[in-house]
């Protein structure tokens, strides 16, 4: 009957509204009932299929909204306690105060954020972890350093720091009591593979690196190569430059207004014989001293491609070339540029020439395939030789042709020597700028951080080793893979802090046996 009573009413709709004139009294007669009860079964199917109707419009809305929350949630963060100590270490590795982190959070949980002491105990806890990690990741990181730069930065007490130049690894970022040659001597020492330091004229770093050559000579060790920065020594002789620009610039001021004078007296039809002597003299004296200005920046210029790898022809520098001209050149510099002098004629402004050419000679390639593959890159490097229609910009090019045709005669060879000639070049390094670039990171900070704990300087330094490039040629890698540290690939860095110092060396095992 449950089957039917549906059936029947259905029936009932179909006559009274497709139904012609009489139908619905003849099926109502037909089934014993009369035509008003036709009629509500008509009606409470049409309410029937009107509910039915609503409800499944109201079922699609639901399932969109619950769509829409499901989105919503896949991009949604919980931030708990957990979370928001994330925050803060994140922050306080990158330099955010604790106090800018908590007006962060506030903004997302107002008046659920934890409290600012709170936040700095689990950035404290979180620093001493870094300190437990990074003896596990030093232990390799330390190995892979060739080269180094290396400098000190005062925050209350003295940093050591020393940075790979290559990968832009920290690799050492410890306070320290004093800056002395022993504390620096220590911090080399831990070093085995170094060959070269990069630092600027510093005291104790002098005395670190001869105290580091001291013990090695002692051990029959090769000693590291002492390069002094030419970034300080080239910035030092900007006070005699600045200074010839500002007399010239007084004297031009001088003269215009001597020239003003004339004018003057030409408009009030007064002698001009007398200001115009005056205004002819300053001129002269401007000129002169236009012309002293020049002279010394063609000579410091003359100076400064004196100290660079390759001469202005291509050719490789070598220490004999550029002695010759720096005793040439300095010598005409006035007493302005003592300091810049100094620094400039220090043997260990030129010692990565001498290691330069030591490298190159050690590669096991045919020695005129050394010679092509150095001249052609010197040649790449200096495009400004080969530009020009004189005889030697025509031979330089001539040169470079052959050098070409030499490599391509030897095939795999030739690429092979280009590529070592290459590298070596590029990891011949001059200047510490890069340890100075991370100190400004590191200066920004300290300005927010007034005070800076190891376990502070810990975090920092374990970030910015795993942190990822975002533009440059490192992009896209972290300076720890690009030392050849296999980190876990997946992990992040505050997955990273959790894990404990036999964890991460098993990790670090697993990844190196899958490299």
């Known amino acids: 009957m449950g089957m039917v009573a549906p059936q029947q ?42 509910q039915q109707e609503q409800w499944q419009t109201r079922i699609r809305e639901l399932e969109q909204r619950q769509a829409e929350l499901e989105q919503r949630l896949a991009r949604a ?12 270490t994140v922050g306080q590795a990158c330099g955010v105060s604790l106090r800018q982190c908590r007006q962060v959070l506030d903004v997302l949980l107002p008046g659920q954020v934890l409290s600012r002491a709170e936040l700095g105990r689990r950035t404290q806890a979180a620093g001493k972890k870094a300190g437990k990690l990074l003896a596990v990741l030093d232990e390799l990181a330390r190995q892979q350093v060739r080269e180094a730069a290396a400098d000190e930065i005062y925050v209350k007490d003295p940093v050591l720091m020393i940075v790979e130049p290559e990968s832009l690894c920290w690799i050492t970022g410890q306070l320290s009591e004093a800056v002395t040659g022993t504390a620096w001597s220590n911090a080399f020492n831990v070093l085995p593979n170094l060959e070269q330091v990069t630092r600027d004229g510093g005291s104790g770093l002098h005395k670190g690196v001869a ?38 610039r007084q004297l031009l001021v001088k003269a215009e207004a001597a020239a003003k004078e004339v004018s003057a007296c030409a408009r009030q039809g007064t002698t001009e014989q007398a200001a115009a002597t005056r205004a002819r003299h300053a001129w002269e004296r401007a000129e002169k001293a ?49 300091k810049a002098k100094r620094q400039v004629q220090k043997p260990e402004m030129l010692n990565y020439l001498d290691r330069v050419q030591e490298k190159i000679a050690a590669l096991a390639f045919p020695e005129e395939v050394k010679q092509a593959a150095v001249r052609q890159e010197g040649l790449r490097r200096r495009p400004e030789a080969l530009q020009g229609e004189n005889a030697q910009a025509a031979a330089r090019r001539g040169v470079l042709l052959m050098c070409a045709v030499v490599l391509a005669k030897v095939g795999p060879v030739g690429e092979q020597a280009v590529v070592a000639v290459r590298d070596i070049l590029r990891r011949a390094y001059r200047a510490s700028s890069l340890v100075e670039c991370l100190n400004s990171v590191l200066r920004m900070q300290q300005a927010g951080h007034r005070r800076m704990s190891q376990g502070l300087l810990d975090l920092k330094r374990l970030w910015w080793n795993s942190h990822t490039f975002e533009a440059g040629r ?27 110092p036999e964890q991460l060396r098993d990790k670090l095992s697993t990844a190196k046996l899958a490299n």
Request: proline share 4%; net charge negative.
């Open 474 to 500: 490192r992009r896209k890698t972290t300076p720890y893979q690009r030392l050849g540290i296999p980190l876990p690939e997946g992990l992040p860095w505050w997955d990273m802090l959790k894990l404990t």
């Open 9 to 50: 009413r259905i029936a009932s709709a179909y006559f009274v509204v497709y139904g012609k004139y009489g139908d619905v009294t003849r099926y109502a007669e037909t089934r014993g009932v009369c035509r008003q009860y036709v009629y509500r079964e008509a009606s409470w199917l049409k309410q029937v299929l009107i």
């Open 77 to 88: 963060v919980v931030i708990d306690e957990e979370k928001q100590a994330e925050v803060a």
């Open 290 to 338: 236009m012309d002293s200005w020049s002279a010394r920046e063609d000579l410091w210029q003359r100076a400064k491609q004196a100290m660079q790898l390759f001469t202005p022809t291509g050719e490789l520098n070598t220490r004999v070339q550029a002695q010759a001209v720096l005793a040439e050149t300095l010598a005409q510099l006035p007493d302005d540029f003592d």
């Open 211 to 248: 105290l580091t050559n001291a013990e090695r000579l002692e051990r029959d060790d090769k000693p590291v190569t002492d390069q002094g920065d030419h970034f300080h020594a080239f910035w030092d002789a900007g006070v005699g430059l600045r200074k010839a620009r500002e007399q010239t």
